[in-house]
């Protein structure tokens, strides 16, 4: 086996290992507590990968990055059903993911970018930890919607909480 796929199978068992192991413990924890450690510890590891100078220790540092990868898609539907019910799932998971995808064309652009410019990936890494740590406060953040049947009860107008409609 080459090096290369060796890295592949093992940020292939990472990703598989992130999607059951965050999910179960999004269970246990709840979602927001979950995604607050899956960005910080994506965090932590973008800062120290500047720092990584043994190809092994790069290695598991990706790894740890792509078991973060796994747990943001095993924990999303659930996150998604909390918010806005089970029976919306599917088109809003499926927002989500278009988002995903539009990210995954932005971010190598984006990285690509900064490299030209800067020629290192240093500032690349540190600039995507920064964005890792603003991430991590966005779940405490946001509220899930009104219902629009309860809204009325509620005295909100339009199914939007006043402070999200302003």
């Known amino acids: 086996m080459t090096v290369a796929a060796g890295i592949v199978l093992w940020n292939a068992v990472a990703n598989a290992t992130g999607r059951f192991l965050w999910a179960w413990l999004s269970d246990r924890i709840g979602r927001k507590y979950v995604f607050l450690t899956l ?12 720092q990584a100078h043994t190809f092994a220790f790069l290695v598991v540092l990706s790894m740890l990055v792509i078991l973060c990868y796994g747990g943001g898609f095993g924990t999303m539907p659930a996150f998604a059903a909390d918010y806005f019910g089970p029976r919306n799932v599917g088109p809003i998971y499926g927002l989500m993911l278009t988002a995903w995808g539009a990210g995954g064309i932005v971010g190598p652009l984006l990285i690509a970018n900064i490299v030209d410019k800067t020629k290192s990936y240093n500032n690349t890494l540190l600039i995507f930890a920064a964005i890792m740590l603003v991430s991590a406060v966005i779940p405490f953040i946001v509220r899930p919607p009104v219902a629009a049947e309860s809204a009325e009860v509620a005295g909100v107008r339009g199914g939007v909480r006043p402070s999200l409609a302003q």
């Open 39 to 50: 960005y910080l510890v994506q965090a932590v590891v973008l800062f120290i990968m500047p």
